[in-house]
C-alpha cells in the first residue's frame, strides 16, 4: 500500500510544476507578455531620449545664440523689428 502512494505523490508534484509552468507568475504566456512590455517601454524610452537631446541643444542654442531667440520670439510672439512691414499671407 506504501508503493501506491509514492507515484501517486510524484505525479501531483509533476502537475503542479507543470501548472505553474502553463498558468502560474513565471510561465510562459506572462513571460511572453512581459518581454512585449519591455519592448515596448525600451521604444518610449528611446523616443524619450531624443526628445531630451533636441530640448538640450535648444537650451544650448538660448543660451549661447541670439538667433534663435530672435526666431522664437517672431514665430511664437509676433515680433517685428523696428523699420519692418509684417505681412501676413493667407492660403
Sequence with gaps: MGNRWVPAV???LLLIIQGQLWFGRGS???V???SQQLDDQKQRN???LQANERLEAE???LKEGL???E???RSELGMVKA???YVQIAR
Aim: aromatic share 0%.
Design 10 to 12: 510524484l505525479i501531483a
Design 28 to 30: 510562459l504566456p506572462n
Design 59 to 61: 537650451i544650448h542654442d
Design 83 to 85: 523699420n519692418e512691414i
Design 46 to 48: 528611446t523616443q524619450a
Design 32 to 34: 511572453a507578455m512581459l
Design 67 to 69: 538667433e534663435i531667440v
Design 71 to 73: 526666431e522664437k520670439a
